[in-house]
């Protein structure tokens, strides 16, 4: 499975911007995706996580209540809807999948198939 992110831009704090991954391959309705961010001179930070088969979502407390993780099965397709962006969401936004949910979804060593991130920029 390849994953690839896109969607990444420059945006005004209070503004939106709306994130792509994109999956190649075959996954299955067990599939476990996330989006992880890293901010300039950080570690690699959760911000959600998605039930592929289900579409259950789980977000760190940071964002919630702001993004909003989705998928469309036809377009093999994980998006994050940013809204509300805040100066500290500048990052660069990884996707990230493996085959079988994990309790630990929160944690990047469980994830196996990493997109190559894309960068937002929030400014203020």
């Known amino acids: 499975v390849q994953l690839q992110a896109f969607g990444g831009g420059l945006v005004q704090a209070g503004g939106s911007l709306k994130l792509s991954c994109t999956i190649s391959?075959?996954?299955?309705?067990?599939?476990?995706m996330a989006w992880f961010r890293q901010a300039p001179g950080k570690g690699r930070e959760f911000v959600g996580a998605?039930?592929?088969?289900?579409?259950?979502?789980y977000y760190a407390d940071s964002v919630k209540g702001r993004f909003t993780i989705a998928r469309d099965l036809a377009k093999n397709t994980m998006y994050l809807q940013m809204n509300s962006l805040k100066d500290d969401d500048t990052a660069v936004y990884h996707c990230?999948?493996?085959?079988?949910?994990?309790?630990?979804?929160?944690?990047?060593?469980?994830?196996?198939?990493w997109g190559q991130g894309t960068l937002v920029t929030v400014s203020s």
């Open positions: 990230a999948g493996r085959s079988g949910w994990t309790i630990r979804y929160y944690a990047e060593f469980e994830y196996t198939s």
């Open positions: 391959g075959r996954t299955s309705m067990n599939y476990a």
């Open positions: 998605l039930k592929w088969g289900m579409s259950t979502t």
